[in-house]
């Protein structure tokens, strides 16, 4: 049996192929990794606002009394109210919330769970 070097054998296209599953196993846990990320993110945001932002704000399907502040679902959707203008009310020290403090790991999870929050009101 003579192998031909004007055409590819079969065995040098078995292992191209098997070179591209290679590459496809390496590069699509990269691609879904940042999606898996948000979901966290979303996860540690909501457990941060049930903690700390619940004394004033009404959480998701509770009853707004007049003496608490507006709900999340309200807020979000207030027009221009996207991701910069999020991070930057959380870097602000707003009256009357100034009763808490949040590391900038917290607050960047707030903005994911806020932002995804907007995103299931918007039905996207
Ligand atoms: C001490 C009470 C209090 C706490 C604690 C509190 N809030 Fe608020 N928050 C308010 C009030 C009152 C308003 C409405 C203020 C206004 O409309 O001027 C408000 C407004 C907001 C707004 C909307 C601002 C706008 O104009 O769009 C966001 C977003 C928000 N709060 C997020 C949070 C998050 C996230 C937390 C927890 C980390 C939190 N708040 C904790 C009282 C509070």
Known sequence: MSISHTSR??????????????????VLP??????????????RGQKVVDEWCRDCHV????KLTPDMAPPYSDLVAIPSRDRA??????????????TFR???????????WLLDLQKRQQGK
């Not at 990269?30 to 996860?43: E, I």
């Not at 959480?59 to 509770?62: D, F, S």
């Not at 949040?102 to 994911?112: G, I, W």
């Open 30 to 43: 990269l691609a879904t990794a940042p999606a898996m990320a948000d979901k966290a993110a979303v996860k």
């Open 59 to 62: 959480r998701e399907g509770e």
């Open 102 to 112: 949040l590391f900038d790991n917290e607050k960047a999870d707030v903005v994911e």
């Open 9 to 26: 054998s079969p065995a040098a296209t078995a292992v191209s192929a098997m070179r591209a599953l290679m590459l496809a196993a390496l």
């Open 85 to 98: 203008w999020f991070e930057a009310f959380l870097e602000a020290d707003h009256f009357p919330m100034t």
